[in-house]
């Protein structure tokens, strides 16, 4: 489902250039959760970044479904990024919104009918276990209930993909391990293809499929989490 080839991509700062990721190649089978673990400045971020569009890589494909991102013009970027969900570590719900109108918004803006929006809505809160607060407002919410709402959203454009980043990293053990499990089933009921980065070995050990450890812009590992540790 997600696959880069050589995909590399340095920032450069004054005269000095960062290499973030040195050529990278990556394979996340359709309906599998795939976990990139490495600890702060290791090129997590940019790595996710780069699938999500948000960061144009200097060179490397990042093919999606069969289709190669980086061959795309405007238009076809702008549907691409309908395929492609995020969710992140501080939830950007937006504080004007109730969690209804936040879990809409990706409905409205890709024009879907006022009923539409609705049936869909609705499920979705029902999916992530939060329909008795569609009116409240992100303020009055935990944490693990933000993050519901932040996955409802993403789930809006019915994506082929997930991308989460630090998902679960402002979160006390408890609620992580519930966003987590949700995730989980999320992956199982719709067959959603999972890429999340974490600098958590917890996060990986408890949904992950397979695992890849990333080091100064390096896949240094990957493989299937069991065998992974099997010997830790
Ligand atoms: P991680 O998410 O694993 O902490 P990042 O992808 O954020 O790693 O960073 C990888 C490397 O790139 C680090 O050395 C970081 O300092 C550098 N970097 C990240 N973003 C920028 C940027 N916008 N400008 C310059 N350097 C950056
Ligand atoms: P209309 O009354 O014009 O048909 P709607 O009832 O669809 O409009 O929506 C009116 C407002 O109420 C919108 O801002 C929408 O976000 C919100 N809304 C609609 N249905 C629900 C619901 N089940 N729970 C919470 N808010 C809702």
């Known amino acids: 489902m997600i696959r880069l080839h050589a ?3 340095s920032y450069r700062q004054g005269d000095r250039v960062i290499p973030a990721l040195k050529p990278l190649d990556l394979h996340v089978p359709a309906g599998t959760i795939f976990g990139i673990i490495g600890s702060s400045g290791a090129g997590k971020s940019t790595l996710i970044r780069c699938v999500n569009l948000l960061e144009q890589p200097d060179a490397g494909q990042i093919v999606i479904d069969g289709q190669d991102l980086t061959q795309l013009n405007a238009a076809g970027l702008r ?3 309908q395929q492609i969900a995020m969710i992140f570590q501080h939830f950007n719900l937006l504080a004007s919104r109730t969690v209804y109108q936040n879990v809409a918004l990706p409905l409205e803006l890709a024009g879907a009918g006022k009923s539409a929006i609705r049936n869909k809505v609705e499920s979705l809160l029902e999916l992530v276990g939060l ?4 009116d409240a407002y992100p303020a009055n919410l935990s944490g693990g209930q933000k993050q519901r709402v932040a996955i409802a959203r993403a789930l809006a454009n019915d994506p ?3 991308l989460c980043d630090e998902a ?7 609620t992580t391990k519930s966003i ?3 995730l989980k089933t999320i992956n199982q ?3 959603l293809t999972i890429l999340l980065i974490t600098h958590e070995m917890e996060v990986v050990k408890q949904i992950c499929d397979r695992v890849g450890i990333i080091d ?5 590992e990957q493989g299937e989490v069991g065998p992974f540790f099997a010997n830790a």
């Open 189 to 191: 009921k719709l067959g």
């Open 79 to 81: 549907q691409a990024r």
């Open 131 to 134: 329909s008795d607060k569609a």
């Open 216 to 220: 100064q812009g390096e896949l240094i």
């Open 180 to 182: 987590l499990t949700l």
């Open 168 to 174: 679960t990293s402002a979160l006390d053990p408890e």
């Open 7 to 9: 995909v590399s991509k």
């Open 160 to 162: 082929k993909v997930l």
